[in-house]
């Protein structure tokens, strides 16, 4: 069975960290392109971070830039997302996706975040980020 499974999240006060992991289960993510996706209530989802699980690649959302990390582990087959500084704006359900490319490189990371791309969704996990 070819899953995605968040874990992570939580309640935090205004400036604490949190880290959400994102393990892949039944496929290699080598050949795929990793995202974290948010969606506050009343709100599209967007992307947060992106990477290529091969190249590098990244890319962030203006507003959590300087504040969120995105790393991988490929012997885990796990995706991190690492939150600093956290802010009430920050509140959402985090989703991890995976894109399949047979060449993952920037415009595949760029198209991912920005439009928010998947094969495969994991179920979310809310990050609740109050006084």
């Known amino acids: 069975q070819l899953q995605l499974v968040e874990s992570g999240g939580g309640l935090v006060h205004p400036g604490g960290s949190l880290r959400l992991s994102c393990k892949a289960s039944g496929f290699n993510l080598h050949s795929y392109a990793i995202g974290w996706f948010r969606q506050a209530p009343g709100k599209e989802r967007e992307g947060v971070s992106c990477?290529?699980?091969?190249?590098?690649?990244?890319y962030y959302l203006d507003s959590v830039k300087g504040r969120f990390t995105i790393s991988r582990e490929r012997a885990e087959n796990t995706v991190y997302l690492q939150m600093n500084s956290l802010k009430p704006e920050d509140t959402a359900v985090y989703y991890c996706?995976?894109?399949?490319?047979?060449?993952?490189?920037?415009?595949?990371?760029?198209?991912?975040?920005?439009?928010?791309?998947?094969?495969?969704w994991g179920q979310g996990t809310q990050v609740t980020v109050s006084s």
């Open positions: 990477l290529s699980m091969s190249g590098g690649w990244t």
């Open positions: 996706a995976a894109l399949y490319a047979s060449d993952v490189n920037n415009t595949t990371v760029q198209a991912m975040c920005r439009i928010a791309l998947g094969d495969y």
